[in-house]
């Protein structure tokens, strides 16, 4: 029998940031912000993903003062919303505000690696965790990645810190999964993981996938960050097939149509089923 089909969660991205790749500097005024994460939630986002700092490929760090300063207004002014917020940090202290101000899930692209409070604190507060695959820093992760088989490696990664966070007393159940999309990897790193992402799947844990407008898609497209919609929606339906359940995406309206007619198509069968663990 086919594997079921996840219910396919879309997270909307909220960049409150001068400089991230696609859409630096357009949701850094707070007001704006709130405007575009409310504008998500009505194209039907279920989860915000809220940042303020890059993590593009030569982004330099934000201190954490900045970092408060960006994204604690956007997260009270979003508590209200019709969807889950999550937080797009690696600091435990900009991390705990944002669960203060309503956050129940912490999507960290250093998997617990990058402040040694973050995994007490998750522990602590009970929220949910994404941990990301990335090798190397953004800083320089795109300077020449390898990997053995990069599946496999990507997977014996993220299954040490499925067991590193069980063990920092991380319920299992609250750990998401994500193979890092374009953080430290080739074009076809990224390919060959979307290809076998069933392989991560198989850990038994949501799989995030954040494909959304990156340069791997402009390589093969030839088309700029804000016109990347349709090649991101083609590796968010592959993914689908492969067993993913969240998407990160900065155009929501597009890739909520093709994720649930995807997933309705894939089961042969409409309306879905009503629960998923991702809510
Ligand atoms: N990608 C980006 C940022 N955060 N988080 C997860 N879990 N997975 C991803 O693939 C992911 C992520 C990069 O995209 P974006 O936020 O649009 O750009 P920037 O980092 O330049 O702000």
């Known amino acids: 029998m086919a594997a079921p089909v996840p219910e396919p969660v879309v997270m909307g991205v ?31 986002a279920a989860l915000l993903d809220i940042g303020g700092e890059s993590t593009r490929p030569g982004a330099e760090p934000v201190g954490e003062a900045e970092e408060l300063r960006r994204v604690v207004p956007v997260l009270e002014g979003l508590a209200q919303a019709r969807a889950r917020l999550s ?8 991390a705990a505000a944002a669960i ?12 617990l690696r990058g402040d040694a409070e973050m995994a007490a604190l998750v522990a602590e507060r009970g929220c949910d965790v994404c941990l990301m695959h990335m090798l190397g820093e953004p800083r320089t992760m ?51 993981l979307l290809a076998r992402l069933d392989e991560i799947v ?22 700029e960050p804000g016109d990347r919609v349709a090649g991101t929606i083609a590796t968010n339906v592959i993914a689908l097939v492969r067993g993913a359940s969240v998407f990160r995406v900065h155009d929501v ?9 995807a997933a309705a198509t894939l089961r042969g069968r ?10």
């Open 253 to 261: 309206a597009a890739a909520r149509d093709a994720l649930l007619v």
């Open 142 to 192: 795109q300077r020449d990645p390898r990997y053995g088989d990069v599946v496999a490696d990507v997977r014996a990664f993220l299954a040490e810190r499925l067991e590193h966070a069980v063990a920092e007393g991380i319920a299992r159940e609250r750990v998401w999964l994500d193979p890092g999309i374009g953080f430290g990897k080739t074009i076809d790193h990224n390919l060959e």
């Open 14 to 44: 909220v960049n409150v940031t001068p400089d991230s790749f696609s859409d630096g500097g357009e949701w850094l005024d707070p007001v704006a912000a709130i405007a575009h994460g409310h504008a998500l939630v009505a194209q039907g």
């Open 202 to 223: 198989a850990l038994g844990r949501p799989v995030v996938v954040g494909t959304s407008r990156k340069s791997f898609l402009g390589t093969i497209t030839g088309r």
């Open 100 to 111: 203060d101000a309503g956050a129940t899930l912490v999507n960290d692209v250093t998997a």
């Open 270 to 279: 409409w309306p879905p089923p009503t629960t998923t663990s991702t809510r």
């Open 87 to 94: 937080i797009d940090t690696s600091k435990a202290a900009v």
